[in-house]
């Protein structure tokens, strides 16, 4: 697609339980990174994933968070047992890799997460 | 990392140009210098980077310090739609993750009409 898809766009769960984000990057962009916004705050870095190198999880705030990345393409951010707390618009940016500081994220519109 | 330092928010009227402006004192040789904007509900945008030299592009200019020690970001005619946050970050240090970006907490921008 034209641009950085995230699913879904809003979510509202019962503290607990497990929840699943996802973003489908731009084609032909092989870094794809998390951020975190939570209401009114900046954006926080969650991980990042470059190619088939190991992803940068030192964004991560806890071990109830996790991402993978299957190859170049989509990333699924799950976050278990969630807590009131993780409520916040989850960020999808990818970009191409031009191996300087010179590469342009591209963002996608978020995921909002609701824990009642 | 790092860091850079911006008002917390600046007020411009509508068709006036608005300068905002950072500072990056502790910028490397390495780091690009960008800015991106969040409008209310939405996503960050790329607006601008530049290295050393002055950029221009449809959106706006950015203008660096010979010294690259500070930076400001050019919109020329401000519209009620360049109401945003804006965001200045040094992307490239070290070697290390570029695209890490660490977004402060960026200038509020209100735009009069």
């Known amino acids: 697609g034209a641009g950085v898809s995230q699913s879904p766009s809003n979510k509202v769960t019962e503290k607990g339980k497990d929840v699943e984000l996802r973003c489908d990057p731009i084609?032909?962009?092989?870094?794809l990174y998390w951020y975190r916004q939570r209401l009114g705050q900046g954006l926080e870095f969650l991980i990042y994933f470059q190619g088939n190198s190991a992803p940068d999880k030192s964004g991560l705030p806890s071990d109830r968070f996790s991402a993978e990345r299957t190859g170049e393409s989509v990333s699924t951010l799950t976050i278990q047992r969630t807590q009131q707390e993780d409520s916040a618009v989850y960020l999808c940016a990818s970009s191409r890799s031009i191996g300087s500081g010179a590469n342009v994220l591209t963002f996608g519109a978020g995921s909002r997460l609701t824990v009642l | 990392d790092a860091k850079t330092t911006q008002p917390n928010s600046m007020e411009s009227n509508e068709e006036e140009p608005v300068h905002l402006p950072c500072n990056h004192s502790?910028?490397?040789?390495?780091?690009?210098i960008h800015w991106y904007r969040q409008l209310p509900s939405q996503g960050p945008e790329y607006v601008i980077h530049?290295?050393?030299s002055n950029v221009n592009n449809r959106m706006a200019s950015l203008a660096i310090a010979e010294d690259r020690k500070s930076s400001t970001l050019i919109l020329h005619r401000a519209t009620l739609r360049d109401a945003a946050v804006y965001y200045c970050i040094l992307n490239g240090a070290g070697g290390t993750s570029y695209g890490k970006l660490t977004f402060g907490q960026g200038t509020i921008l209100t735009v009069h009409p």
């Open positions: 530049g290295l050393t």
């Open positions: 084609s032909g962009h092989t870094a």
């Open positions: 502790t910028i490397s040789g390495t780091d690009y």
